[in-house]
């Protein structure tokens, strides 16, 4: 694995596979480590980027829709992907990326807990949570007892990716995408887009809500029992069969349901 100009990559640089991977609100690319490297170890050249404001440079403007903008360059030249993969806010940042996606293939995209509709109240719960996550930095062995499934390299990311985060942006990126309501984005994804949802189980305060999906029915949505909303750290072996269900499917290869 390297880290290139504001992302982290695993691989092959010859692989002929490319998968990319979007991280969610103050995390970083390295949020993907289990996953990039199962889908690695499938033959994949793995691309996560860091999102602007998140190990990278700083904005004034953290509209998702410029957040999606700054990732043009992973686009550039041409390059697309057979795969890509999102988590939370990244989710958000992949249905505003749907224009750069090459129409002349199907593209698998999977999408871990979006939160795709948050009223007022939510809204104030999250900014408070996640503003006392960036002044109070906790340590890995606190996020090790907060999610029983994470290892100690996972803590260790997310540790990272809270200092490295502009303080900034959890008041603006609220701010700035209000009112946060992005469910009517499923209605734009086009036929060549293949994609699943990844919820994470009800019982362990999810931030994506079957209710918000159900009215699109062209979008596969798997529930997945036991997992908090990190679930690329708690069952990494899923979101791997899953993604790799999707693209085995989208090459018309029948296979059994993996989950």
Same mark, same amino acid.
């Given at each position: 694995?390297?880290?290139?100009?504001?992302?982290?990559?695993?691989?092959?640089?010859? #692989?002929?596979? *490319?998968?990319?991977?979007?991280?969610?609100?103050?995390?970083?690319? *390295?949020?993907?480590?289990?996953?990039?490297?199962? +889908?690695?170890?499938?033959?994949?050249?793995?691309?996560?980027?860091? +999102?602007?404001? *998140?190990?990278?440079?700083?904005?004034?403007?953290?509209? /998702?829709?410029?957040?999606?903008?700054?990732?043009?360059?992973?686009?550039?030249?041409?390059?697309?992907?057979?795969?890509?993969?999102?988590?939370?806010?990244?989710?958000?940042?992949?249905?505003?990326?749907?224009?750069?996606?090459?129409?002349?293939?199907?593209?698998?995209?999977? +999408?871990?807990?979006?939160?795709?509709?948050?009223?007022?109240?939510?809204?104030?719960?999250?900014?408070?949570?996640?503003?006392?996550?960036?002044?109070?930095?906790?340590?890995?062995?606190?996020?090790?007892?907060?999610?029983?499934?994470?290892?100690?390299?996972?803590?260790?990311?997310?540790?990272?990716?809270?200092?490295?985060?502009?303080?900034?942006? /959890?008041?603006?990126?609220?701010?700035?995408?209000?009112?946060?309501?992005?469910?009517?984005?499923?209605?734009?994804?086009?036929?060549?887009?293949?994609?699943?949802?990844?919820?994470?189980?009800?019982?362990?305060?999810?931030?994506?809500?079957?209710?918000?999906?159900?009215?699109?029915? *062209? /979008?596969?949505?798997?529930?997945?029992?036991?997992?908090?909303?990190? /679930?690329?750290?708690?069952?990494?072996?899923?979101?791997?069969?899953? #993604? +790799?269900?999707?693209?085995?499917?989208?090459?018309?290869?029948?296979?059994?349901?993996?989950?």
């Amino acid at each position: 694995m390297a880290t290139i100009s504001s992302a982290a990559r695993w691989g092959s640089p010859t #692989a002929t596979k *490319h998968a990319l991977l979007i991280h969610g609100l103050t995390s970083s690319s *390295h949020t993907w480590h289990k996953v990039a490297q199962g +889908l690695a170890a499938q033959g994949y050249l793995v691309t996560a980027p860091n +999102l602007i404001g *998140h190990a990278s440079r700083r904005s004034d403007n953290y509209r /998702i829709s410029n957040i999606a903008e700054d990732l043009r360059p992973f686009f550039s030249q041409g390059q697309q992907y057979d795969l890509v993969i999102a988590h939370s806010l990244g989710s958000l940042v992949t249905l505003n990326l749907l224009p750069f996606f090459s129409v002349s293939k199907t593209i698998p995209v999977v +999408l871990i807990d979006p939160p795709l509709e948050q009223d007022d109240s939510v809204i104030a719960r999250k900014r408070v949570m996640f503003k006392d996550s960036l002044a109070d930095i906790k340590s890995p062995e606190f996020y090790m007892a907060q999610n029983p499934r994470w290892s100690m390299e996972d803590a260790v990311w997310r540790v990272l990716g809270t200092q490295l985060c502009d303080p900034a942006l /959890i008041d603006l990126i609220y701010q700035q995408n209000a009112p946060w309501s992005f469910a009517h984005l499923f209605a734009t994804v086009p036929p060549t887009i293949k994609m699943t949802v990844l919820l994470a189980d009800p019982d362990m305060n999810p931030s994506g809500h079957l209710k918000d999906i159900q009215p699109y029915a *062209h /979008i596969r949505t798997i529930i997945v029992p036991g997992a908090a909303h990190w /679930i690329q750290h708690d069952f990494p072996d899923i979101v791997v069969d899953a #993604a +790799l269900k999707a693209v085995n499917e989208s090459h018309g290869v029948n296979i059994r349901n993996l989950l």
